[in-house]
Every structure is written in structure tokens, then in C-alpha cells.
T-cell receptor
């Protein structure tokens, strides 16, 4: 079984400040990890993903995440928050090898304060 | 860029009625999925579908639910007799899975189902 834990259901940052959204996973097999973003009243948009290879992955809108196997973490960061980053962010996990369902975390709502 | 589309964007129905939620996956994708998100909760897997068969379903996906790919482009989720607790956002997703690989699931914008 796989699971994802997102620490902090709500995170507030000032515009221009560092964004750090935490995600820890549990998986008995090598995981594939994703961050999705959901803007109000919209669907899920893929921000970035880790499958294999380089552990630091870059995504859209200046976000990046680092896969740390020893810490079972996949935290999402952005050096400088923008007002348009206000949304809900979901960390998700699946496993390699053909089709696999995606297991989502509970989400973190990011508020950006002007 | 190809995208998954879903119709309608919002469906309101009376308890006990049947609803069909429609999805058009990305055209060359082979695996199709339904997820749901009850307001304020996390996104939950319902069912996956490949080669005209259900590959996996969750405990949520009981006999009230069914999926179908009626033609070469649409993928539908039917709820036979809706309950109040079926009120949620329903997301369709699709992926192109190469042999031995896992590919990204691309999600549609969702259908918000409200059961009164």
C-alpha cells in the first residue's frame, strides 16, 4: 500500500517569500511522485513529477521538488511566491510498472499575502 | 496541447436519480480513470479502465457505479441511484502507458455533482 502525508493543510507566505510545501510518502516499492495544483473551481494540473533519474525535478511556474529517499520526502519549493500561486497543492504517489492508481495527499492550501 | 475534457461542468440531480458523467480522454491514451473529491477532502481513486475492462476499483465503487467506453472517444461514469453522499467533484483522467512504464495521468477539469 502507498500513502502520502502532507504537513500543513494551510500555508501562508508573503509575496516574494520562499514557498515550501511538505510531502512525505510511504511505499513498499520505488515510488513515482507528483505534485498537482488545483486553482479555485478548476481541475488538477500537473506541476511536476519524479519517476527515475535526477532527484531534483523542475516543474512549471518556477516550482521544483527534490526526491529524498532517505527521508521519504518530496517537498515542493519555489524561491519567490507570486500572488498567482495561491491554490491548493496535492502531493501524489504511484508506483512503477504499468498502470497504477494515484494516491493523493490531503492537500495544502497556499495563501499568498501581498 | 491535448487535454481531457468533461461534461457537464456541473450537474444537479435529485436523490435516487441516475446520472451519467462524460469524459473525452486524450486521443492516444489507453488507460482511463475516475476519481472523486468530496468537498474539503482529498482526491480518491474510484476505478481504472483498460481494453474495455475494469482494471481496478476501490471500495467506493460499488454496484451503483458503472463505467463504459461506448465509442472510440468517450468514457462515462454512471451512478444508477444517486445518494446525498455522492455529491462531489468527479475527475476523469487518462494516461498513455508504454510497456513496463508508468506514465503521468492527465486530469480533466471535473464535473461537480450535487445531489439534492
Amino acid at each position: 500500500a502507498q500513502s502520502v502525508t502532507q504537513l500543513g493543510s494551510h500555508v501562508s507566505v508573503s509575496e516574494g517569500a520562499l514557498v515550501l510545501l511538505r510531502c512525505n510518502y510511504s511505499s513498499s516499492v520505488p515510488p513515482y511522485l507528483f505534485w498537482y495544483v488545483q486553482y479555485p473551481n478548476q481541475g488538477l494540473q500537473l506541476l511536476l513529477k519524479y519517476t527515475t533519474g535526477a532527484t531534483l525535478v523542475k516543474g512549471i511556474n518556477g516550482f521544483e521538488a527534490e526526491f529524498k529517499k532517505s527521508e521519504t520526502s518530496f517537498h515542493l519549493t519555489k524561491p519567490s511566491a507570486h500572488m498567482s500561486d495561491a491554490a491548493e497543492y496535492f502531493c501524489a504517489v504511484t508506483s512503477s510498472g504499468g498502470y497504477q492508481k494515484v494516491t493523493f495527499g490531503t492537500g495544502t492550501k497556499l495563501q499568498v499575502i501581498p | 496541447e491535448p487535454e481531457v475534457t468533461q461534461t457537464p461542468s456541473h450537474q444537479v440531480t435529485q436523490m435516487g436519480q441516475e446520472v451519467i458523467l462524460r469524459c473525452v480522454p486524450i486521443s492516444n491514451h489507453l488507460y482511463f480513470y475516475w476519481y472523486r473529491q468530496i468537498l474539503g477532502q482529498k482526491v480518491e481513486f474510484l476505478v481504472s479502465f483498460y481494453n474495455n475492462e475494469i482494471s481496478e476499483k476501490s471500495e467506493i465503487f460499488d454496484d451503483q457505479f458503472s463505467v463504459e467506453r461506448p465509442d472510440g472517444s468517450n468514457f462515462t461514469l454512471k451512478i444508477r441511484s444517486t445518494k446525498l453522499e455522492d455529491s462531489a467533484m468527479y475527475f476523469c483522467a487518462s494516461s498513455l502507458i508504454l510497456t513496463g512504464e508508468t506514465d503521468t495521468q492527465y486530469f480533466g477539469p471535473g464535473t461537480r455533482l450535487t445531489v439534492l
